[in-house]
């Protein structure tokens, strides 16, 4: 019996560490109007995991990506809700969030 105790947390244990530690996870995507460049929402993979209500999976904190398609980096911010998402402002090469056009 206790070795199975053992087992069980061991397992638990593991599953949490490797939860904390795993990638950032993809959210969603949006594609810029001229479709040269791509949004893309990222969270941490505990996020995932973690009860929330029903519709809340956007509100979960994380990072929005802007990206050429050949996956080149042009800006990131950090968000305290995925779905700002929607919010992005198109600029010609790159995309900006309202909340965050003073950086």
């Given at each position: 019996?206790?070795?199975?105790?053992?087992?069980?947390?061991?397992?638990?244990?593991?599953?949490?560490?490797?939860?904390?530690?795993?990638?950032?996870?993809?959210?969603?995507?949006?594609?810029?109007?001229?479709?040269?460049?791509?949004?893309?929402?990222?969270?941490?993979?505990?996020?995932?995991?973690?009860?929330?209500?029903?519709?809340?999976?956007?509100?979960?904190?994380?990072?929005?990506?802007?990206?050429?398609?050949?996956?080149?980096?042009?800006?990131?911010?950090?968000?305290?809700?995925?779905s700002h998402i929607q919010d992005l402002r198109w600029d010609?090469?790159?995309?900006?969030?309202?909340q965050n056009e003073s950086e």
């Amino acid at each position: 019996m206790k070795y199975k105790r053992t087992i069980i947390w061991t397992s638990i244990l593991a599953a949490g560490c490797a939860a904390v530690f795993l990638p950032k996870s993809e959210h969603c995507r949006k594609s810029s109007p001229n479709g040269a460049q791509v949004a893309i929402a990222y969270s941490r993979a505990i996020w995932s995991i973690l009860p929330l209500f029903p519709g809340g999976g956007s509100d979960q904190p994380g990072w929005i990506r802007i990206e050429t398609l050949k996956g080149v980096k042009i800006a990131e911010y950090s968000v305290e809700m995925l779905s700002h998402i929607q919010d992005l402002r198109w600029d010609g090469e790159t995309a900006c969030l309202p909340q965050n056009e003073s950086e």
